[in-house]
């Protein structure tokens, strides 16, 4: 911010007299450094982001004039009531059911690998394996998504993999599966959910590893010292720790789940999520109030998740 | 996975036992399901089959990248995400900057609370964000332009370098500063000659992943890009109604090229950084 003062064409003649009052009185004055720092990026994220999720938030108590389709703004509560629907609770069910099924899918392949990585990986093979996280953490969400529906198909790898192994029947027994099942892996639910644990499992995978090195060598030792048989070790000693990392993890795989739209969109049947219902009800419907208030839900279900996980003292270990 | 055997060593020497096979197994069984569909594009992007996904693929040729690479529209997509995620890592990497540079070594009233802000564009679902500021945008009647992408995407980008500069600046010794000051330099040659050349490869290493961030994003764009089609939306379009399955290979290879190298490139700058740091 302040370096601006260095392009000041017309005090090039005093300038490092004039820059070094400047520095003086930033270096005496903190606050004032911390306030010409600081003004930039509250701007932005005050005007832009709050500004826009306070609009979200007003437009939920509008509504949509029925014949015109235009917003009306008037203060109502019926898009609230409206959310109480039984089609409306079973697609916010249905959502919540599906999300902590993904978090807990997620935690069990997550904790094993996060275990190997703390306690029994070392140089290259433990940044082999960083690098095997980290990378489809960033890299593309849509290609990944890609890669599940060729994947997936009737046609595709997984199909092969079970005829080469004669075991094809198993696939087509479980697709008639009420619920899970469906016309191809690629159409059923519970594609949707392998695609959902597939995505999320790296945000699982680091806050557990985090959470795993934290714990010293030296209180596993004593643990041994003081006569515990290794499982001992890892219920009494090693999980307990490891918790408030899980809880870290299932926070990202579960607000993460809640809101996405473009996978059940592409992999599963027609079943809705939350995120799908807010999409179309602002775009196709043009329901904007509508789709501002159900998209309400995700939040408080977050909020009420991370109540209850601090009210179980998941996070006191931190 | 109980019957670990850490504890059963007498002394623990830097090379820790080894671990039981079935973590052994259960651990690279978990690093190839993250890591095989990847593999499979690269594959399907050779397959000489353009009609559905069959496997194994019944021929390979490389006759679809020169097809991909004579599409006016994906170019054109291409351009466009490549100046979004440019402008939004521009202006992520000077306000995260500044954010990390007031919050990383001090204490007061609210601190908290923006480092709350600054994390909640990643932290609530994509479609939050996509929804609020369509809202936001639709109230103050600006209409969608190349813009209004790069507000959106600059937003959830800012946190990224915000932290690899709060990580390098919390390490940085607030002694050297006072040093270049006490020796007389003013606060701005200090900025210039010690924190920047300290604070380099961190801003580096943000301003890849911001990039790699923007360049691949797609939930929040769908909502503020009305009709311009980013790359992400493109693939988007093609994954919900499949027309030109070839060329969408050869793209999703592409992509994981550009995102992977400055993913591997920001891993490698503040790995090395970490490592000087230890010895």
Redesign the interface.
């Known amino acids: 911010?302040?370096?601006g003062?260095?392009s000041v064409p017309h005090h090039t003649q005093t300038r490092s007299g004039w820059?070094?009052s400047?520095?003086?009185l930033?270096?005496v004055r903190?606050r004032l450094l911390?306030a010409c720092?600081?003004i930039?990026?509250?701007l932005?994220?005050?005007v832009?982001?709050?500004?826009?999720?306070l609009?979200?938030l007003?437009?939920s108590f509008f509504k949509i004039d029925e014949f015109s389709g235009q917003l009306v703004r008037e203060f109502t509560l019926q898009n609230f009531i409206d959310l109480f629907q039984p089609a409306n609770i079973d697609v916010a069910v249905r959502s919540v059911v599906m999300s902590s099924a993904v978090t807990v899918a997620c935690a069990a392949?997550?904790f094993?690998?996060a275990?190997?990585?703390a306690?029994?990986a070392?140089g290259t093979q433990k940044?082999i394996?960083?690098?095997?996280?980290?990378?489809?953490l960033?890299?593309?969400?849509?290609?990944?998504?890609?890669?599940?529906?060729?994947?997936l198909?009737k046609?595709?790898?997984i199909?092969?993999v079970l005829q080469a192994v004669h075991m094809q029947w198993l696939l087509d027994a479980f697709l008639t599966l009420p619920v899970v099942g469906g016309n191809s892996l690629s159409f059923s639910p519970f594609g949707t959910f392998v695609v959902f644990v597939?995505m999320w499992?790296?945000f699982m995978v680091l806050p557990i590893l985090v959470a795993l090195e934290r714990i010293p060598?030296s209180l596993?030792?004593a643990?041994?010292d003081l006569g515990?048989?290794?499982?001992q070790?890892?219920?009494k000693v090693i999980w307990p720790l490891a918790m408030p990392g899980i809880a870290a993890g299932s926070v990202f795989t579960f607000?993460?789940t809640?809101?996405?739209?473009?996978i059940p969109?592409?992999i599963g049947n027609s079943t809705k999520y939350i995120?799908q219902v807010?999409?179309t009800q602002?775009g196709v419907a043009g329901n904007?109030p509508f789709?501002?208030a159900f998209?309400i839900v995700?939040?408080v279900v977050i909020g009420v998740y991370l109540w209850l996980a601090k009210r179980k003292g998941v996070f006191d270990a931190l | 996975?109980?019957?670990?055997?850490?504890?059963?060593a007498p002394v623990?020497v830097?090379?820790?036992p080894?671990?039981s096979l079935g973590?052994?197994i259960?651990?690279w069984a978990?690093?190839a399901?993250?890591?095989?569909?990847?593999a499979?594009?690269i594959l399907?992007a050779f397959s000489a089959e353009d009609k559905?996904?069959?496997?194994?693929p019944p021929g390979l040729t490389t006759k679809w990248f020169a097809v991909a690479l004579g599409r006016e529209e994906v170019w054109a997509a291409l351009l466009l995400s490549v100046k979004v995620a440019l402008w939004a890592t521009g202006?992520a990497m000077?306000?995260?900057t500044?954010?990390a540079?007031?919050l990383a070594r001090?204490q007061?009233f609210g601190r908290e609370a923006?480092n709350v802000?600054?994390i909640?564009?990643i932290?609530?679902?994509?479609?939050?964000?996509g929804?609020?500021?369509?809202?936001?945008y639709?109230?103050l009647e600006i209409p969608f332009s190349f813009w209004t992408i790069v507000?959106g995407h600059?937003?959830f980008c800012?946190v990224v370098v915000y932290n690899n500069a709060v990580a390098r600046l919390r390490r940085m010794s607030p002694t050297l500063i006072e040093a270049s000051?006490d020796l007389g330099a003013?606060?701005?040659q200090t900025?210039r000659y010690i924190i920047l050349p300290q604070l380099g490869s961190a801003l580096l290493a943000g301003g890849l992943?911001a990039f790699?961030?923007s360049f691949?994003e797609?939930?929040v764009t769908?909502f503020t890009a009305g009709q311009q089609t980013t790359l992400?939306i493109w693939?988007?379009q093609e994954?919900?109604r499949p027309r030109q399955r070839p060329v969408?290979n050869v793209v999703?290879v592409f992509?994981?090229a550009l995102?992977?190298i400055p993913?591997?490139l920001a891993?490698w700058l503040t790995?090395a950084d970490e490592d000087s740091q230890t010895r």
């Open positions: 911010m302040s370096q003062a260095l820059l070094d400047l520095s003086t930033l270096f903190r911390l720092l600081l930039p990026p509250l932005w994220f005050g832009i982001y709050l500004g826009s999720l609009s979200l007003a437009n392949l997550a094993p690998l275990y190997y990585m306690r029994y070392r940044a394996l960083y690098i095997a996280v980290m990378l489809p960033w890299s593309s969400y849509l290609v990944r998504l890609y890669a599940w529906k060729l994947l198909a046609e595709g790898a199909s092969w597939y499992l790296p060598p596993i030792e643990s041994a515990s048989t290794p499982s070790t890892f219920w607000s993460l809640l809101g996405d739209y473009i969109q592409v995120g807010v999409y602002q904007l789709a501002a998209s995700p939040i | 996975m109980p019957s670990n055997p850490i504890s059963s623990r830097s090379k820790a080894g671990a973590l052994k259960s651990t978990v690093v399901f993250l890591h095989i569909p990847l499979l594009i399907y559905t996904y069959v496997f194994p202006i000077v306000l995260g500044l954010a540079a007031a001090t007061f923006i802000l600054l909640l564009p932290a609530l679902p994509g479609i939050l964000t929804i609020a500021l369509r809202s936001g639709h109230t507000i600059a937003t800012v000051m003013n606060l701005f900025l992943l790699a961030l691949d797609v939930i769908t992400p693939m988007l994954l919900v969408t999703a992509v994981i995102t992977a993913i591997l891993y790995r």
